[in-house]
Each structure stands twice: as structure tokens, then as C-alpha cells.
């Protein structure tokens, strides 16, 4: 498994890289005024959180959105799971790496 370290920070985690993506099952329809909002987010703030409950699509709309703006980000597209940070001493290093 590849490591990154950050060498400021002296952090070290398994990298998220954006070329692992899931491939979507099926066609996002009906979220064009959410992906236009989000995209005017991401515009303005380097990180984005989207928060709700289970099954209502963040993470289909969170990878709709970053397929269709990749090119738009010379450093790329990074995906961060958090689901399993269990520590708020964890999420700093998941988000740093």
C-alpha cells in the first residue's frame, strides 16, 4: 500500500486519490440546482462537507460533481472518507494527508 507523508506536519496516512473512483451505476437526474450550488461552494472555500442522513445521494452528488469539474483543479480531485474516523485527533491527519 502507498504511503504520503506531509512533510510540514510530519503526517503520515494512505493517500485518497481521485483516479480510484467509483464508477456511477447510473445517470444523476434531477440534482442540476445542487450541483450548481456546490460548484459555486467549491469555488469559494477549499473544502466542502456535505451532511444528512443515509441513502439521500451526498456521496453520488459529491462524485457528480467532482467528475465534472476535475479538470478545473490543477492538484486534481481528492475524495476523504471520514466514515471510519472514530477520533477528533484522527480527522486532522485524514484531512492533512
Known amino acids: 500500500m502507498r504511503r504520503a507523508a506531509h512533510p510540514d ?8 486519490v481521485w ?10 437526474i434531477g440534482r442540476e440546482l445542487e450541483l450548481e ?3 459555486a461552494l467549491v469555488g469559494r472555500s477549499r473544502l466542502v462537507t456535505l451532511v444528512g442522513p ?4 451526498k456521496t453520488r ?6 467528475e465534472r469539474t476535475a ?7 481528492q475524495r476523504v472518507e471520514l466514515a471510519a ?4 485527533h484522527d ?4 484531512l492533512a494527508a
Request: hydrophobic share 40%; aromatic share 2%.
Open 37 to 39: 450550488r456546490l460548484h
Open 91 to 94: 480527522l486532522g491527519a485524514e
Open 9 to 16: 506536519l510530519g503526517l503520515e496516512s494512505t493517500p485518497h
Open 54 to 57: 443515509g441513502g439521500i445521494g
Open 71 to 77: 479538470a478545473e483543479w490543477p492538484g486534481g480531485v
Open 19 to 28: 483516479h480510484t473512483r467509483r464508477v456511477p451505476l447510473s445517470e444523476l
Open 85 to 88: 474516523i472514530t477520533s477528533g
Open 61 to 66: 452528488l459529491a462524485l457528480e460533481l467532482a
